[in-house]
Nanobody, 115 residues
């Protein structure tokens, strides 16, 4: 059974950095795509960044140049390094993993950026 566990959220001032990590240590699967989504108050959940098994990456325009996604396929982990954080980055960040037609979500970790 897939269990995605996130860590690394918290409170940071604008301009600061945070590093989010997500791991699935319970299943033998190698996900085709892993990524991070976020959901702010009253808005839909949107893609922040994703990375394929071939390490091709995709970023939301709003985070390009500030966030970097990476993964360790052997360990089934995905990491999001967030630099130059802005108050508008405040949201609950969710880890996401895709395997064929199946999609899995973590429970989310809160990132709060103060001005």
């Amino acid at each position: 059974q897939v269990q995605l566990v996130e860590s690394g959220g918290g409170l940071v001032q604008a301009g600061g950095s945070l590093r989010l990590s997500c791991a699935d240590s319970t299943s033998p699967f190698v996900f085709s795509i892993m990524g991070w989504y976020r959901q702010g108050p009253g808005v839909q959940r949107d893609l922040v960044a994703s990375i394929s098994r071939g390490v091709g990456t995709n970023y939301a325009d709003s985070v390009k140049g500030r966030f970097t996604i990476s993964r360790d396929t052997a360990k089934n982990t995905v990491t999001l390094q967030m630099n130059s954080l802005k108050p508008e980055d405040t949201a609950v960040y969710y880890c996401n993993a895709k395997l064929g037609v199946m999609e899995y979500w973590g429970k989310g970790t809160l990132v709060t950026v103060t001005s």
